[in-house]
């Protein structure tokens, strides 16, 4: 499976931003597709995921964030709204068999895309 992430740039605070992470490979639809973040100095961290189960997201952007999916274009969405500067990162979306929040758990990992958010 290969990933290709998009949509990032430069917003305000409470501005809004849709990431999107295309997916290659016939069985996306199998894979928890789940959303991280990383800033310089410190451990990537769990944003967000998507399985059969249903949706999981961080405390931090519970109510804020919305990931999506659609299965036909091979496709997952992180929606973000009502951005914070905290949220500046570069986002990475990535691909596993497991449900859960661990990120050596995830087995595909696209190259991340810049989140700016400014004050």
């Known amino acids: 499976v290969q990933l290709q992430a998009s949509g990032g740039g430069l917003v305000q605070a409470g501005g809004c931003l849709r990431l999107s992470c ?3 490979g016939r069985t996306f639809s199998s894979y928890t597709m789940g959303w991280f973040r990383q800033v310089p100095g410190k451990e990537r961290e769990f944003v967000a995921h998507i399985s059969r189960a249903g ?5 931090s952007v519970k109510g804020r964030f919305t990931i999506s999916r659609e299965n036909a274009k091979n496709t997952v969405y992180l ?9 500046t990162a570069v986002y990475y979306c990535a691909a596993g068999r497991l449900v859960v929040v661990t990120t050596s758990a995830y087995d595909y990992w ?8 400014s004050s």
């Open 55 to 59: 949706t999981y997201y961080a405390d």
């Open 110 to 117: 696209g190259q991340g895309t810049q989140v700016t958010v």
């Open 22 to 24: 295309a997916a290659s």
């Open 79 to 87: 929606q973000m709204n009502s951005l914070k500067p905290e949220d």
